[in-house]
């Protein structure tokens, strides 16, 4: 009996003892790349529709078409409405363009202004890859799936720190809270509606999100037609901009 | 026109007071097809603006006397511009044809009805690959970085400092574009060279002589920096060679800058006594910007600008002494020939920018008071050299999807003898309601 109870306590030792080890032996950055992997194709192009609702109910929509490519490689051009057609966005790493037409040339813009207005700002309308900008600092498994805890690489970031909530089986996140290097919380995102784009693309198709700097507010994107496409890298130039709409 | 004033300031009133009335209203489901993402080979777009001016003319002002000399009794001027644009495109294959035709009718009591309509561009493009354009027809080239002032921009017509995000009318060329990606420190380099005939059909607003201007552009996008090498070599126009540059030095921190060398620049002098001469030099025109974005959504773009193909203080100020000599002439013995001769020379310096050093500072807040697609700005215009001021207060409204409210006022401040004192009117106000469809 005694060498029973003597076993069991040392059974339980050692799962007390390791069961830590199997938490902390998951590897963040790797999780957050198997995400980002499953929330874009390598390469690929999608159309998206961005919605502004503002506290009185008006909303205001905007459709873009983007090509991806890479971690850190994307373009994109507005297609309505008609006031904003035309007008095409370009992000490589940390550098952002915006082209008007009437302009006539590409400008310079940070991450942290907003083309369309409203919660989106311009690193979550060019988002790309999670793992190009963040290092995964600290993970944890809850019942609901993993908690990871990012931190920016780079000073060049629209958010200093980033909370993404997984599904763990789906390795898909449904809600991200983006943090200024205050420690104050800037906006939620959610992710809802996973659906199957076809080859293998499965993911959410709408991101809701609010913020406490824009009480009230509310906006949404949603996509569609998310598919692999294979683009050169010449696409992601300055001289390519106003050309972004004939790869459709 | 105050009628069309009262019309049109009502109709602004309304729409930014009721746009609640008239907005789409929330009928969320978020199951839909996005109708755009079927393509269409055409596309066409449209605009209309309907804009009222009015201008508060400073009769002791000495161009508003070199125009108008003592003939011009009400010192407050209006102007209704119904301004109409429509843009098409049509792609078949690799070959892309695209036009953008403008239409402006307006009405002033000087003028009393008058239109306008121009082809603004209107060109052809091939495109065999991703890698390779050509471009021919009439088109802008806007090169250079500076947001109100562009000295590198060779082929291209002058911006409006009062509105830089202005659509310019192009000249006809022809262009090609080959771009090269790859990996390593340097990630993308372009080549733009660029053929612009001039003769007495095409371009002649360039020069009188016919001639084939020619140049080029190439770009490097390297440590995270763009940079440009640009020339132009005419026979009849003044050589240049000029770069450019832009980086990101933070997420809201953008610096850029503009230098070109104008070789063999003429430059055309009127003194006091309205004597003429002229005078040949290689100018060396500077810009240098920065735009800031700050936590409240405040952005600030700031540029000095060194126009070397400028007139000095004391040369502008001979020119305004003679405008005034002139007028003096005509008060004293009716003869206009002091003032017509000034302003034979109104060509060289009554542009904007006329001068040498000029600072410009535009800030604007994104959304104030929660408002969405709500802008305010001011923007101000100091001239370096005669310490002369130009404000502009500025608001822009979007309430309704393509819809866009605009009032921008202006005043100079005023110093005798200086480039925006001497202005013709000494303040403005312009509203416009713009829609596009």
Not at chain 1, 176 to 202: P, R, T, W
Not at chain 2, 9 to 30: G, M, V
Request: glycine share 6%; charged share 25%.
């Amino acid at each position: 009996m005694k060498k029973t109870i003597m076993t069991a306590i040392f059974a339980l030792f050692i799962i007390m003892m390791f069961s830590p080890i199997t938490v902390y032996a998951l590897d963040g950055n790797e999780i957050l790349k198997q995400v980002d992997g499953n929330l874009n194709p390598e390469s690929f192009e999608m159309y998206r529709k961005l919605i502004n609702i503002e506290p009185d109910g008006t909303k205001k929509e905007f459709v873009m078409f983007s090509v991806k490519k890479g971690k850190e490689k994307i373009a994109s051009v507005f297609l309505s409405p008609a006031s904003e057609k035309g007008r095409s966005t370009l992000r490589i790493g940390e550098n952002m363009w915006l082209y008007i037409p009437n302009v006539g040339k590409p400008l310079r813009i940070t991450s942290l202004q907003s083309v369309t207005g409203g919660v989106f700002n311009n690193s979550d309308i060019m988002r790309v890859d999670y793992s190009a900008e963040y290092n995964c600092e600290k993970i944890e498994t809850t019942d609901k799936g993993y908690t990871l805890y990012l931190k920016a690489k780079l000073k060049n970031v629209a958010y200093e720190n980033v909370t993404m909530f997984l599904d763990s089986e789906k390795l898909l996140p449904h809600k991200i809270e983006c943090y200024a290097a205050s420690g104050m919380l800037i906006k939620n995102l959610y992710f809802k509606d996973i659906k199957d784009f076809g080859n293998g693309v499965v993911r959410p198709a709408v991101i809701e999100t609010d913020s406490p700097l824009y009480k009230g507010y509310k906006s949404y994107i949603v996509f569609a037609k998310v598919k692999t496409k294979e683009l050169a890298d010449e696409i992601f130039s300055l001289n390519y901009m106003n050309k972004i709409d004939g790869l459709r | 026109m105050k009628q069309a004033f009262i019309i049109i300031a009502a109709c602004f009133i309304t729409l930014l007071f009721n746009s609640a009335a008239f907005s789409e209203k929330i009928d969320l489901d978020l199951d839909f097809e996005i109708e755009e993402v079927t393509k269409k080979p055409y596309s066409i777009n449209a605009d209309i603006e309907v804009k009222e001016t009015i201008k508060f003319f400073d009769s002791d002002a000495l161009l508003f006397k070199q125009k108008y000399l003592n003939t011009k009794k009400d010192n407050t001027f209006w102007q209704t511009d119904f301004d109409f644009t429509i843009e098409g495109q049509y792609q078949w294959n690799t070959i892309t044809l695209y036009g953008r035709f403008n239409s402006l009718i307006y009405y002033n009591e000087d003028v009393d009805w008058e239109s306008e309509r121009k082809v603004e561009e209107a060109y052809i493009t091939f495109q065999p690959s991703v890698s390779w354009a050509v471009d021919a027809g009439k088109k802008v080239h806007k090169w250079g970085k500076g947001y109100a002032f562009s000295p590198s921009a060779f082929f291209s017509r002058p911006k409006n400092i009062d509105d830089p995000d202005a659509t310019l009318e192009g000249y006809y060329s022809l262009s090609t574009d080959y771009i090269k990606s790859m990996e390593g420190i340097l990630q993308t380099i372009a080549v733009t060279p660029v053929f612009m005939p001039v003769n007495r059909d095409i371009n002649h607003e360039i020069g009188p002589k016919n001639e084939l201007i020619w140049g080029g552009k190439i770009y490097f996008f390297a440590f995270d920096t763009d940079i440009d090498f640009m020339f132009l070599i005419s026979d009849n126009m003044d050589n240049r060679i000029g770069m450019d540059f832009s980086k990101n030095l933070s997420p809201s921190f953008e610096i850029h800058g503009d230098a070109a060398l104008v070789q063999d620049y003429h430059q055309y002098i009127i003194d006091e006594y309205g004597n003429t001469s002229e005078q040949e030099y290689t100018a060396f025109n500077l810009l240098l910007g920065l735009r800031y974005l700050s936590s409240q959504d405040t952005t600030y773009i700031l540029e000095y600008y060194r126009n070397g193909q400028g007139y000095s203080g004391q040369e502008y100020e001979n020119y305004l002494a003679f405008i005034e000599r002139g007028y003096d002439q005509y008060l004293n013995t009716s003869s206009k020939a002091a003032i017509s001769k000034s302003k034979t020379y109104a060509a060289y310096y009554n542009q904007q920018a006329v001068m040498r050093d000029y600072l410009y500072l535009k800030v604007s807040q994104k959304d104030p008071f929660d408002i969405l697609y709500f802008v305010p700005a001011i923007t101000f215009i100091y001239n370096l050299d005669d310490k002369s001021v130009s404000i502009t207060p500025q608001v822009t409204y979007s309430p309704l999807t393509n819809l866009t409210l605009d009032l921008k006022t202006g005043f100079l401040l005023r110093k005798s003898k200086t480039e925006y004192g001497e202005k013709i009117n000494n303040a403005k106000i312009l509203l416009s309601i713009k829609y596009y469809f």
